[in-house]
């Protein structure tokens, strides 16, 4: 079911359906309709929905394409350090790998905080 | 003058989250995610209040001024976001008034202008020279 994967993106982006929703400019009601008749929305919303969650629309459509968030294309296209701005404090100097996947990690940490946030 | 209430006090009127981190790759990191702000200390860094006073104000100069950057930013922005969050920070919490006041109180080192402020002689050597070299003000002491 479409709600199913529109979800499971939710989940991994680290944001609720409803502001998933909201920012891609739906209305709030439209993921529970969705939820409850099963429904798959339009090509022009599959297109904005495909871009959100950076997926393509063959993978919102059939979860199993090889071009979602797990595969190694789109982790690339899709890496979070790259959705947020930062600034460290201190002396200029270039992260490594290991400090990125800490980066990472704060980012998660901090999406996860918001979605409690959201749901209370 | 900054205290560590105007930090907190920031950071509740403007809905960012302050997370503890350890094993940052910073004393302070601030991440701007949408529209969304939260600033990360890691405490094993940061091994004073002193040091803990200049960090967050510091990141909240990041935060208010929205002098962020991409994590493959050039280091020339970079450091333009550096030099924002620093004059924000000079703007609002170490005056031109402060300075004058603490040069006219007798504190005229650096050493003694950071006893004085109680912050680290890096923030308080990016504010003066904010003052000195970027406005131009003339405090007639001798510094640095």
């Not at chain 2, 950071?114 to 003339?138: M, T």
Request: net charge negative; aromatic share 12%; glycine share 6%.
């Amino acid at each position: 079911m479409f709600f199913d994967v529109f979800q499971s993106l939710c989940e991994k982006k680290g944001v609720s359906c409803k502001r998933a929703a909201e920012d891609i400019g739906l209305s709030n009601s439209i993921t529970t309709k969705w939820k409850k008749t099963g429904a798959t929305p339009s090509g022009e919303t599959l297109g904005k929905i495909a871009s959100y969650f950076n997926v393509t629309i063959d993978y919102l459509l059939d979860p199993k394409s090889s071009f979602g968030p797990n595969s190694k294309v789109d982790t690339q296209s899709a890496d979070i350090l790259n959705e947020v701005d930062l600034a460290f404090y201190g002396d200029y100097k270039e992260l490594d790998e290991d400090d990125k996947e800490t980066v990472r990690d704060m980012v998660r940490v901090m999406r996860e905080r918001r979605l409690r946030k959201q749901e209370k | 003058m900054f205290e560590l209430c105007d930090f907190y006090n920031f950071c509740q009127k403007n809905d960012i989250d302050i997370i503890p981190f350890p094993n940052a790759p910073s004393a302070g990191v601030t991440i701007r995610d949408g529209k969304e702000y939260a600033i990360f200390l890691d405490f094993a860094k940061i091994q004073s209040t002193r040091l803990l006073k200049g960090v967050c104000c510091h990141e909240i100069g990041h935060a208010a001024s929205g002098a962020l950057h991409k994590v493959s930013s050039p280091y020339e922005l970079v450091e333009r976001s550096e030099y924002r969050a620093n004059r924000w920070v000079a703007q609002n919490f170490l005056t031109e008034e402060n300075f004058r006041v603490a040069f006219a109180s007798g504190y005229t080192e650096l050493w003694q202008l950071a006893d004085y402020f109680d912050l680290p002689e890096d923030v308080i050597k990016a504010c003066l020279s904010y003052w000195i070299d970027s406005r131009g003000v003339k405090f007639n002491m001798e510094v640095l």
